[in-house]
């Protein structure tokens, strides 16, 4: 078991005392450096996911710039649904489009389990992260059941997730089925990660926030928890993290999180009495703060931390990915900056 249990994020993940608040930035690997844009020429986003010698580099690049207290591994949540059998491909400024989405029960034939077998790539690269991180942390993921469903129903990204939404309400034991192999598949896919050594794990669901608590908990809390719960004797800090999820807090933590993330709506402070005193939170600046002058980005940093210490541990983040225009300058100086406000 490789796991840094004494760094200062799996620390702070599991709500011990830290030197000072850790920092990562959810897609702090991609668009928004230039070393980034430059290994990518010429390579699709899929292809570049599955050369463990790319994934190893670009994983590196942000820790190497920023001085972060994790890596998250370079992926996407697509590649297991891809390796299962799910035709499909990441297009440049849209998102994952799936060629034959997923509507009637004959389709989930498409969906076989996966093992480390057919995603050998995930195995070696994750091993090769770990041996040249040394003594940072590395964070595998995987995108949760709703989200993943989502995009294989609806065939591409979508505002409103009519159709998964009609799939969810109308047909129930197809969306249970459905969901139930996306859970399995999910699984799978962080165990070959854990196996090879990350030393924390988080799950997306990036979309959940469509849902209100009740339907959240009928109809996709079954399906993360059996992914989070699956993970309990791994020894992995389990993440679970959504976008506008301010009423789904308590429930994402329920489903079998040791560390909530919490976007930019809901102030950490607020978010900690929901998720309750076993659990850590992790967030959450707003991404646009860093567009708005350095003044500003110190003063919301201050507020983010304050508010962190209402919780067990704080793992400091923003409230969603870093957008593609950001100046990584600023990504390093907030870094540093946090290290310092929060040194004890
Ligand atoms: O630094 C990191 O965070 C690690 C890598 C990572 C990527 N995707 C790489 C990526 C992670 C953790 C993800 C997760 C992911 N992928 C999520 C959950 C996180 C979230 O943002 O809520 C979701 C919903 C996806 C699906 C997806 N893949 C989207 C919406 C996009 C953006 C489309 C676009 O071009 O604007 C992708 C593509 C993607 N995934 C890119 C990267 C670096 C950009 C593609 C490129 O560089 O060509």
Redesign the pocket.
Known sequence: MTVLQDSPFVRACRGLPVPHTPVWF??????SLPEYRKV?QGIG?LESCRRPDLVTEITLQPVRRHGVDAA???????VPVAAAGIDLD?V?????VVAEPVRAAADLERLRPITVDDVPYVDEAVRLLVAELGDTPLIG?A?APF?LASYLIEGG?SRTYLKTKAMMYGAPDLWNALLTRLAEITLSFLRVQVAAGVSAVQL?D?WAGALSEADYRRYVMPHSSAVLRGLLDAGVPRIHFG?GTGVLLEAMGEAGADVVGVDWRTPLDVATKRTGPDRAVQGNLDPAILFAGWDVVEREARRVVEQGRAAPGHVFNLG??VMPETDPEILTRLTAFVHEISER
């Open positions: 959810m897609r702090q690997a991609g668009r990518r986003m998250i591994f370079y992926s996407d949540i697509v990441i440049p400024g849209t998102g994952p993921f995108g989200t990204p997306f990036s976008v969603h990915g």
